[in-house]
């Protein structure tokens, strides 16, 4: 979810504001260095389609006391470390950092004791190259030690807290479901992303750290815009078949309720018995108590999900630390004048402060001024 963020901190992101990236490290809950001294490179890529979202390199140096790891411990060995990195803005009152996320460190690949002698002076220090992933990691490398079946019931949020591993807390976010029978689990990563399903959504980071879900799709089912960026898109001509010419909509606590809005027309090219075939597109919402409700909103999400063709553009633009995969907005290209509307699917930051953002959005609708 795009961060709220007070009009004079918006303002200095989108003019090009003095900021600085800033690091902590940490052990559990335990803050095991304020200032982690990064250096002015390395990067930060966030992947929606990925199992684990974000993850990066960073690199860290300096010439006073030596943090290279020897021992599972120490501060940036990666054992359960983690460093917690944000945008820092200067001169903008009393601006907060911007968080990007939280982060374990999983891999130290090189690591550096130096001492320089010269006719004048001598220069000694160490560096660091470290590898991160946020705390998806955690998920996706814990597992059941026992066979584990579902327990159902009236809320999946529950069901999920449930199956959680051990250091790994929970926001909860969308609206919640009950937990229907017979749903097999494989893994604990596998039970999370099916219960997440369940609520129509996909299992997402936070930027403290806390899993939750995100809404899947919300290119095809979103109408507000929640962000505008200005910068620089780059697209070519695509066309997929991602499209669909059924809705089925239903209420996960009233097996009653089951709205379906079909594309029956033999004429048109998305019929559901031509050669297109038929693709539903299945929504499951707790709102719609009534069958009425249920098939105006099969009727409305159907003319929306036949029509909207997808295509993915690129983007840069100053750094944008408040955006988040998922989040749909506007970006308005610099050239040309056109919006294109849609969701964020990718995005990387440089850690030099100076560079541009880039990105990619799957695009729902282009505007022309």
């Known amino acids: 979810m795009v961060l709220?963020?007070?009009s004079d901190v918006l303002a200095a992101l989108e003019t090009s504001g003095t900021s600085v990236y800033r690091a902590s490290a940490y052990y559990g809950s335990e803050q095991t260095?304020?200032?982690?001294?990064?250096f002015g490179q390395g990067s930060i890529s966030f992947d929606g389609s990925a199992a684990v979202e974000s993850s990066g390199t960073l690199y860290l140096g300096d010439s006073g006391t030596d943090y290279t790891p020897r021992n599972q411990q120490d501060t940036f060995a990666p054992f359960g470390q983690e460093i917690a990195l944000w945008r820092s803005l200067q001169n903008v009152?009393?601006?907060?950092?911007?968080?990007?996320?939280?982060?374990r460190i999983t891999e130290v690949p090189d690591m550096e004791e130096y001492f320089h002698r010269y006719p004048s002076q001598r220069d000694a220090g160490w560096s660091l190259q470290l590898t991160v992933r946020d705390r998806m990691d955690i998920l996706q490398n814990d597992d059941f030690t026992a066979p584990t079946s579902t327990v159902a019931g009236p809320s999946?949020?529950?069901?999920?807290?449930?199956l959680m591993p051990q250091g790994l807390g929970l926001r909860t976010s969308l609206v919640d479901t009950a937990v229907p029978a017979g749903i097999t689990y494989t893994s604990?990563?596998?039970?999370?992303t099916k219960l997440m399903a369940n609520l129509n959504g996909v299992p997402h980071m936070t930027?403290?750290?806390?899993?939750?879900?995100?809404?899947?799709?919300r290119w095809l089912t979103a109408t507000t815009p929640e962000f505008e960026v200005n910068g620089t898109v780059a697209i070519s001509d695509t066309m997929t078949n991602k499209l669909y010419n059924c809705v089925v909509v239903t209420n996960p606590n009233d097996p009653k309720i089951l709205g379906i809005k079909m594309i029956d027309e033999p004429a048109h090219p998305l019929y559901v018995r031509g050669p297109f075939g038929r693709r539903p597109y299945k929504l499951a919402d707790p709102l719609m108590t009534t069958q009425a409700m249920a098939d105006a909103a099969a009727a409305t999400s159907l003319a929306r999900v036949s029509t909207q063709q997808a295509h993915t553009v690129t983007f840069s633009c100053l750094p944008r630390p408040d955006l988040e995969i998922g989040d749909f907005g506007d970006v308005i290209d610099e050239v040309s004048d056109k919006t294109y509307r849609g969701e964020i699917a990718t995005m990387q930051f440089s850690l030099d402060p100076t560079d541009l953002m880039s990105g990619?959005?799957?695009v729902a609708e282009v505007i022309t001024p």
């Open 93 to 103: 009152g009393s601006a907060p950092g911007i968080p990007l996320g939280r982060f």
């Open 33 to 38: 260095l304020a200032e982690v001294p990064l």
């Open 360 to 362: 990619t959005m799957t």
């Open 4 to 6: 709220a963020l007070d």
């Open 156 to 162: 999946t949020w529950t069901e999920i807290q449930r």
């Open 188 to 192: 604990m990563s596998d039970a999370i």
């Open 207 to 217: 930027r403290d750290g806390l899993l939750t879900a995100r809404a899947r799709d």
